[in-house]
């Protein structure tokens, strides 16, 4: 794309397949553990291919609900680039290939917030793990609105601390089952469900704005 002048390049820029869903030959790929030291094999699809990368995340959650939730971050990448002859072929894969750094958010205690493929009005949606994770989210917000958090910070808290995405069962017809690991060490309070409920300790202080 780099490369293109002219026709072929205003031609690139109208019908070019962009990179902010990921695709086969990488893309928009948001993966929290992708930090200093990772590896990635990217298959390379057409002669004398070029290579881009940029939107530096300091911290996000799995999936980046939020869409530009992340916490944004300028910096440089220091890379160094080899090149498998053949490899896509010699390992059989079509899509990345990524080797995460040890370097990554690390928590031992969690709660994992299930959703399943039917959505807010009941609907059925067999199997489809995104109305899944969207479950997985609301159950999130909803009990985090218990403690105090508004809507507006209980999302902006998922889209930017490093929770994590699984999913948990696809197995199982008709539902999908997708869930949410929050991170409870990341909370300077108990958020662990208990008899006597949950206890409102935010007070609302802290603006989030609002989006229509």
């Known amino acids: 794309m780099g490369r293109l002048q002219g026709e072929a390049a205003v031609a690139a820029a109208k019908e070019g397949a962009r990179t902010?869903?990921?695709r086969d030959h990488g893309g928009n790929c948001d993966i929290k553990n992708l930090t200093?030291?990772?590896k990635i094999f990217f298959p390379v699809y057409v002669k004398d291919g070029g290579l881009s990368m940029g939107d530096l995340h300091f911290s996000q959650g799995d999936g980046e609900i939020t869409f530009c939730g992340a916490i944004e971050m300028a910096g440089y990448l220091d890379?160094?680039?080899s090149l498998i002859k053949d490899g896509v072929k010699k390992y059989g894969i079509k899509?990345?290939?990524?080797?995460?750094s040890p370097l990554t958010p690390n928590y031992r205690d969690f709660?994992?917030?299930e959703g399943i493929s039917v959505d807010e009005q009941g609907k059925q949606h067999y199997l489809d793990v995104q109305v899944a994770y969207r479950q997985a989210c609301l159950n999130a917000i909803e009990?985090?609105?218990k403690f105090g958090y508004s809507g507006e910070q209980a999302v902006s808290i998922l889209g930017t601390a490093p929770v994590e995405a699984h999913?948990?069962?696809?197995?199982d017809i008709p539902n999908a089952c997708a869930t949410l690991w929050l991170p409870t060490e990341i909370f300077d309070f108990d958020l662990k469900p208990n008899a006597n409920g949950p206890v409102k300790i935010i007070t609302g202080d802290v603006d989030v704005a609002k989006t229509s």
């Open 20 to 22: 902010v869903p990921p």
């Open 79 to 81: 890379i160094k680039v």
């Open 167 to 171: 999913i948990s069962g696809v197995v």
């Open 95 to 100: 899509n990345p290939l990524f080797q995460p």
């Open 143 to 145: 009990y985090l609105k």
């Open 111 to 113: 709660l994992v917030f």
């Open 36 to 38: 200093k030291g990772s």
